[in-house]
């Protein structure tokens, strides 16, 4: 008897080791065929998955190797797919001792090849928005069971507020009477986290689109949508961090997946100094603290230099570019992730997706340090980060001091945007940068003050929609929303009025706006919808003439056609001689402005009202 109950001893012993074997989930869900690089990462979540050995078996698939991390519960599956491989279910075999399970692992066929995807350009208009404060068009799931954060007050401006994909969809006619040609939103995905986190910057899983925003279905239905009405989607990534209530933090794949992993009895904060990565003489504890410190303690910083980590992250974006069809990539605190993978990265995708884009955000004011970042720069040879798109932080600074001068000369008012873009000389591509002059972590343009800025408000925007940029605007603005930073972000992230139901005004309307709102929406509806396909500004060359008595004055041109910009930098009426402009006007009696539809006169001189903006087509 003794015996007998020894036996069966071991024999439940054994059951209860091998019992345990399961796969809760696979990163990335599943994968396509006819990718130029052949070799796929399955990242496998499971209770001890850690000790499985796998086995495939399927035409065209092999297996190239496992790698076993430090935490026993993940197990990264590393696939070669051949060239002609087919679509289907590919059936993944792990074993623990005698116990196995086998899950089926589907591959699907692309909707269209990586060349036939077209980014956006020089001839787009980026409108960008946050979901959490656009527009609720699902009440039902503001509040979702089992998240960590529940709260949902419109009067707390650090808190979610409940918009989501439903109600950014619900608008997408306002989206085309404006003029815009492609959406930014904010990051889209899983943060479950428990402060909160609606700006979505604290990714939680990265293959997901948090709940109270909608789900990955309504999300690529959002995007046909968009598609159907000629609107791109531009979709916000980070790959510098994610959220620390990520399972990657509460259950370490291993030591090296983080920088800086002590976090609790250790906690190192990057310097927000992004210099070290151009300074010659630059310390390696600068530039380490730089590079590898936490942006903040809710958001640590993934180590980009471990490759798995990485080859997770490359491949999460092409997934979503696959999947969901998005048509461009922002990403996020671009030059806190590590210089060489993210060059990898984006050498990688301009591979796979040569007439894609990806604008990087690199939050320096000085355009060097700027083009330093862009593609093929000379600056930075050999070196080279292959990021197609820069964010113009010059043009944004100078163009926010200079609403507040009085145009001279000497580097006052718009003269400081007119050197901004002497050092265009310094990009190997400036109709690949994108400018703006507000956004979601800056002061909004207006301000406090809506009247006393509207007419630099309009000057602003016609130089950004204007010049030899991709142009980005920031919700709002166009019906004259304000806000600052002082007491916290969520000032500049207010609510759209009328995107909830009960709200007093509903500005998506002619009728619900004010004779003010409707003045500097008509404005935009104007600007942005002549902008719209016209090749001068999307593809033209550009000519710009020093301040003459205040006033700012530049050329497009492309293919025999020219567009004239000029713009008075001064509260007080002036007249500039004409002769300063012969080479561009030469003996063309008259144009058409077509901000007012007025017919401008070409005589010796021309007389500009206070801060008034020309856009006349010869």
């Known amino acids: 008897m003794k015996k007998v109950m020894s036996i069966l001893g071991a024999m439940l012993l054994s059951l209860g080791s091998y019992a345990g074997i399961n796969v809760n989930k696979i990163d990335p869900p599943f994968w396509y065929t006819g990718m130029l690089n052949p070799e796929l990462q399955l990242m ?94 699902n009440p039902d799931n503001d509040q979702v069971p089992g998240m960590l954060d529940a709260k949902v007050d419109r009067n707390d401006p650090n808190a979610r507020h409940g918009g989501d994909l439903a109600g950014i969809e619900q608008h997408l006619d306002y989206f085309t009477d404006l003029g815009v040609t492609a959406l930014w939103f904010t990051p889209v995905l899983e943060n479950n986290m428990q402060g909160g986190s609606y700006h979505g910057y604290a990714t939680t899983d990265y293959y997901k689109v948090d709940p109270r925003f909608g789900t990955n279905e309504e999300y690529c239905q959002l995007i046909e949508k968009a598609h159907q009405r000629g609107i791109k989607i531009v979709m916000d990534m980070i790959f510098n961090h994610c959220g620390v209530d990520h399972v ?9 997946w983080f920088n800086n992993p002590d976090h609790r009895n250790n906690f190192v904060q990057t310097s927000f100094k992004l210099t070290p990565h151009v300074d010659p003489y630059a310390s390696q504890y600068d530039f380490s603290q730089m590079n590898d410190g936490w942006f903040v303690p809710s958001m640590p910083d993934l180590n980009q230099r471990n490759p798995h980590v990485m080859r997770y992250l ?19 605190t671009y030059p806190y ?65 200079a609403k507040n001068e009085q145009t001279d000369t000497w580097f006052k008012g718009l003269d400081r945007v007119y050197n901004n873009f002497v050092y265009d000389y310094l990009y190997p591509n400036p109709a690949s940068v994108l400018a703006f002059i507000e956004n979601h972590d800056t002061d909004r343009f207006l301000g406090e003050d809506q009247p006393q800025n509207f007419a630099m408000l309009k000057q602003a925007t016609t130089l950004l929609l204007t010049t030899r940029r991709i142009p980005q605007l920031y919700y709002g603005t166009e019906i004259l929303m304000n806000g600052v930073k002082a007491k916290s972000d969520g000032y500049v992230r207010k609510d759209f009025p009328g995107g909830w139901p009960g709200d007093r005004q509903n500005a998506f309307t002619r009728e619900g706006r004010t004779p003010e709102q409707n003045e500097c929406y008509d404005f935009y509806r104007t600007i942005l919808n002549w902008r719209k396909g016209n090749n001068v500004i999307a593809k033209g060359s550009m000519t710009q003439f020093m301040v003459q008595n205040g006033v700012y004055a530049y050329a497009r041109q492309y293919e025999g056609k020219t567009v004239f910009v000029m713009l008075n930098g001064t509260d007080s009426e002036t007249t500039v001689p004409l002769k300063f402009y012969q080479e561009i006007l030469k003996d063309i009696p008259q144009g058409r402005d077509i901000l007012s539809g007025r017919t401008i006169t070409f005589g010796e001189e021309l007389k500009m009202q206070a801060r008034e903006s020309l856009v006349i087509e010869l």
């Open 44 to 137: 496998v979540y499971g209770e001890g998955i850690g000790d499985a050995r796998v086995t495939v078996n399927y035409p065209g698939v092999s297996l190239s190797s496992t790698v076993r991390l430090e935490s026993n519960n993940y197990l990264l599956v590393y696939l070669h797919l051949d060239k002609d491989v087919e679509p289907g279910n590919v059936p993944l075999t792990f074993t623990i001792g005698k116990k196995r399970i086998t899950q089926n692992y589907e591959l699907k066929a692309r909707a269209m090849k990586g060349c036939e995807r077209k980014g956006f350009d020089a001839g787009d208009a980026l409108y960008l928005l946050m979901p959490d404060r656009f527009a609720n068009g």
């Open 248 to 256: 990657w933090i509460k259950d370490m794949p291993s030591k090296d």
């Open 314 to 332: 490359i491949q999460n974006s092409f997934w979503w570019i696959e999947y969901a069809g998005i048509d461009g990539i922002r990403m996020d």
């Open 337 to 401: 992730a590590d210089y060489d993978a993210m060059s990898q990265w984006m050498k990688e995708l301009n591979e796979e997706y040569p007439n894609y884009n990806t604008v990087g955000e690199t939050w320096v004011t000085e355009p060097a340090y700027t083009a330093w970042w862009q593609k093929d720069s000379k600056l930075s040879a050999p070196k080279n980060s292959n990021l197609k798109t820069v964010m113009d932080f010059s043009f944004f600074d100078k163009i926010n001091i």
